[in-house]
């Protein structure tokens, strides 16, 4: 079994007047490069402030590198993380701030504070003061401080806000590299679902404190996958037909008028006229695949109700 | 007299400090590599007070611990590489063999005229030198990665070497419409070689050409203080890795398909530096461009 | 620990704050030195805490046999040379003696080393690593402390070395004994560190620090007074910060350093606790 590197059980974060977390579970296992999906105010800066110690948790526990509670102290040195926006000194230059945070790890040689830099392609601007900053240097400058010191993870908050689109496909490499080469563990948090769908292998989509899934990646995709949907309000029977009379077994109940069907040679009219005869109304059979955010719609829509 | 206790107890005191400082350091190093050890983990070492000279021996440390991550991890990637390689040399040898069985299945079960009966034969032959020639390469390798086979060292025209790789396939490019032009003007030249291997890097060279490539292939034989041999062609890959392709589990997608198993350029290098020469290639400008260099005499 | 407090030394010379507070300690210094008079920052409670004990010596000048009017005539240049012929005014033994002074530079360090951090969210790249709150906490405490303790020290020799330089030996106290002084203030000054330091870990933003920081020695003097007032119990101005500055420079009783030592060290505990109390339970934004 795979190493586990992260895990939550039932954790929950309570303010005074809002429930931030909601008996969260998830797992994050090694190599895994893992995206936190959600809208904003969603949870997911909550879960990444907790499991750091930023924050106290009213509730449940969680497990880093498998120690829990105080034990868990000990191995936040193997993390490293940005969460909201990047802080930093405004009157010391890039350079000057990774070696500040340098000096209070005990890192005693230099070129890390170069090799950080150069992986977030900072290097051009090290003796820049950060007030002079653009925003997507400040995200850059960040990333350098939470990848400095040789962690096993990394925990990134929305790390591509502000980068523009060579950046980002060159920090998604950039991820993938570490994460095969050298058994890096990424969490990265994003509202922006097409961009982690495309570096990440696993998922969890969270709203308002709740876990709506935990899926990997293989998983979603045949989610999303190309099929043919049946729209009918007897779903049960329907399905039964199906599977009985077609020998259709690559399929799923939508919810309770939805049924997609993701066997390739399906003919419509048939399963139609099926159905009909069976005294199932069907009000329409469309070919269609989804796109990330309408799945991720409809699991929120799922929530709802 | 006070002056002097004075100087004396600030200077043991600052000596004190000094080596309680060393002595922290040195434990927390030994407490942290322990740790290190126990767990898979990135993590270098931290210096607990800053202080020079420990600082320079963590440094050290440090990089013999990115040394040994970084040969953990090509091990993973090897091991991992390595599995590959087998389930696909394991497909790519049963694939003929399977195919030969149904055709030898289909001659006995089956009322089919002679004629056909000599075509099918012909079909199982084919299949079989495929085959052999697999397991000969795969052995061939595994060989050289013993490292117990020596080369036998004896008078060579290379020339008459290279062509004959060259009369071997001379039929195979002709029937792609392509042809192999050399350029080089001597027909002789004597080096201290072995044949076998040389006709093997030939061909191999040749075959991966023809393979791969797509267009005429061009050697180029230079004689300067070392010979030089350049195989040059155009190729349709859309990216080669220069370095990695003479890595024996090295295949880009599109010879995957054509069921390499990525053995022969590697065998090409490891020849060549056991001839005690250097094998390099170019590729730019969809041209790709590989080149031998051989100790003269 | 040695870490961050290396890091924060590091921090502090490329900070501008740090410069300003050494800048504003060599202007008070000079302020003190050219006009051969003291200032302070504080009320002024020369009049205010009673004096049982001790004898002061009182100056001899010819400021004695001026009217008011005409000391109120004199040009700076007048003025300096008749006091530095005084006898039995210590210039350098004075300016320590108002060390409560040193408060505002005090308040720089604070801002530079603790609340600068906690306002701009830096602390929560130091938390969220290898470093615990606990040892973030005390650190810095220390840290604070020891840059106030060395800025003490600074102070009193800029002081004496500047009044031998550009005034007289005549009213210059031996180096010494100005030690021996400073050496005693120093649980004081690090009862005035603790109070700073401890607000900073309360209210954790710079503005808010600030305008609580400033006017807090002045508000607690004139707390104090209120509370001698309605109490009617007067030895309590006694054991007020600027007054065991004060007196600790001229001669205390060693039942008075005792007492005074007590007040500090009870400053300093309660200060910590609720500092450390505030932080540890905080939510880092």
């Given at each position: ?80 993380c ?16 990774l ?72 920090l ?19 509202h ?8 990440a ?71 139609n ?33 | ?125 084919k ?7 697999l ?5 061939e ?13 004896s ?37 201290r ?28 034989v ?5 010979v030089?041999i ?68 | ?35 051969v008079?003291v ?64 408060y ?17 969210g ?34 009193t ?31 004081a ?33 004139l707390?104090?007074?209120?509370i ?32 005074s ?25």
């Open positions: 079994m795979r190493e586990i590197v992260m895990q939550t059980t039932g954790l929950t974060k309570r303010y005074r007047d809002l429930t931030a977390l909601d008996h969260a579970d998830m797992t994050v296992y090694k190599k895994d490069i893992y995206g936190l999906i959600g809208r904003n105010g969603a949870g997911k800066t909550t879960i990444m402030k907790v499991i750091t110690g930023l924050t106290e948790s009213s509730g449940g526990e969680f497990r880093l590198f498998g120690k829990s509670g105080s034990d868990a102290d000990s191995e936040k040195k193997r993390i490293g940005l969460i909201e926006n990047p802080a930093f000194f405004g009157s010391m230059t890039a350079y000057q701030n070696k500040y945070y340098a000096l209070q790890k005990g890192i005693t040689d230099e070129k890390q504070i170069d090799k950080a830099l150069d992986l977030v392609d900072l290097t051009g601007v090290k003796n820049k003061k950060f007030r002079k900053f653009s925003l997507g240097m400040k995200q850059r400058l960040g990333i350098a401080l939470a990848v400095m010191d040789n962690p096993d993870l990394v925990i990134l908050d929305e790390p591509i806000n502000g980068l523009d689109p060579i950046g980002i496909s060159e998604r490499e950039t991820f993938r590299k570490m994460s095969s080469e050298r058994g890096v563990t990424f969490i990265i948090s994003s922006i679902l097409s961009e982690l769908y495309m570096v292998n696993r998922f969890l989509f969270i709203d308002k404190g709740k876990i709506l899934k935990e899926i990997t990646k293989e998983e979603l995709d045949l989610e999303c996958m190309r099929c043919h949907v049946v729209k009918t309000d007897d779903t049960k029977n329907a399905a039964v037909i199906i599977e009985k009379d077609l020998g259709i077994t690559n399929y799923k109940v939508i919810d309770s008028g939805e049924i997609r069907i993701y066997d390739e040679n399906i003919r419509p009219d048939e399963i006229k099926l159905l009909v005869r069976n005294n199932v109304n069907v009000s329409g059979i469309y070919e269609t695949g989804i796109s990330l955010e309408d799945y991720f719609k409809s699991l929120v829509g799922e929530e709802r109700s | 007299m006070v002056l002097c206790t004075i100087i004396f107890g600030a200077v043991s005191a600052i000596l004190l400090f000094l080596l309680i400082m060393q002595k922290i350091e040195t434990k927390n190093i030994s407490k942290q590599l322990n740790e290190i050890k126990a767990h898979d983990t990135n993590l270098l070492i931290h210096s607990k007070t800053g202080e020079k000279t420990s600082a320079a021996l963590i440094n050290e440390i440090n990089e013999l611990l990115l040394e040994i991550q970084k040969i953990r991890s090509d091990h993973q990637k090897k091991s991992h590489a390595l599995e590959q390689m087998m389930t696909n040399i394991s497909h790519d040898l049963r694939t003929p063999l399977t195919s030969a069985l149904g055709y030898i299945r289909l001659i006995q079960n089956s009322d089919i005229p002679e004629e056909e009966k000599l075509l099918e034969l012909e079909i199982i032959e299949r079989l030198i495929r085959l052999e020639k397991i000969n390469s795969f052995f390798f595994s060989m050289i990665i013993s490292e117990s086979k020596l080369p036998e060292i008078e060579i025209n290379v020339i008459a070497v290279l062509e004959e790789s060259v009369a071997n396939y001379y039929d195979d490019y002709n029937s792609h419409n392509r042809q192999i032009i050399i350029n080089c003007d001597r027909h002789k030249i004597m080096l070689s072995n044949r076998n291997m040389l006709l093997r890097i030939f061909d191999n060279l040749l075959g991966n050409a023809l393979k791969h490539g797509s267009g005429d292939l061009t050697v180029t230079k004689m300067s203080e070392n030089q350049g195989f040059s062609n155009l190729s349709n890959d859309k990216d080669i890795d220069t370095e990695q392709i003479f890595d024996e589990f090295y295949t880009t997608d599109i010879s995957r398909t054509k069921g390499n198993t990525g053995l022969g350029l590697a065998i090409v290098k490891q020849f060549t530096e056991m001839l005690g020469g250097k094998v390099s290639a170019k590729f730019a400008d969809g041209i790709f461009d590989l080149m031998i260099k051989l100790p003269a005499k | 620990m040695i870490n961050i407090i290396k890091a924060d030394i590091y921090r502090l010379l490329r900070t501008k704050t740090f410069y300003i507070a050494i800048a504003v300690m060599l202007f008070m210094i000079f302020l003190s030195i050219y006009n008079e200032g302070c920052i504080g009320l002024n409670m020369n009049g205010a805490a009673p004096f049982p004990e001790q004898q002061t010596e009182t100056m001899h000048s010819e400021l004695e046999n001026m009217s008011l009017d005409e000391i109120a005539d004199l040009s700076l240049s007048e003025y300096r040379r008749i006091m530095l012929n005084a006898e039995n005014y210590e210039l350098d033994k004075n300016i320590i003696a108002e060390n409560i002074n040193l505002y530079i005090f308040i720089f360090i604070a801002v530079a080393v603790i609340a600068s951090d906690l306002s701009s830096c602390v929560k790249n130091t938390l969220s690593s290898s470093i615990g709150r606990n040892k973030y906490f005390f650190s810095k405490i220390i840290f604070s402390h020891i840059c106030c303790v060395v800025i003490l020290f600074a102070n020799f800029l002081s004496y070395f500047a009044n031998r330089i550009f005034n007289s030996a005549n009213i210059s106290a031996e180096l010494g004994l100005l030690l021996k002084i400073t050496a005693m203030q120093i649980p000054i690090l009862a005035l560190a603790s109070i700073l330091t401890g607000i900073a870990f309360i209210v954790k933003k710079t503005s808010i620090f600030n305008t609580i920081a400033i006017p807090f020695i002045m508000l607690a003097q707390l104090l007074m209120g001698v007032r309605i109490s009617g119990v007067d030895n309590i101005m006694n054991y007020e910060l600027q007054v065991i500055i004060n007196r600790l420079a001229h001669d205390p009783t060693k039942e008075y350093i005792i007492k030592y007590a007040v500090c060290a009870v400053i300093i505990i309660v200060t910590d606790i609720i500092g450390y109390i505030c932080f540890k339970r905080s939510e880092i934004k």
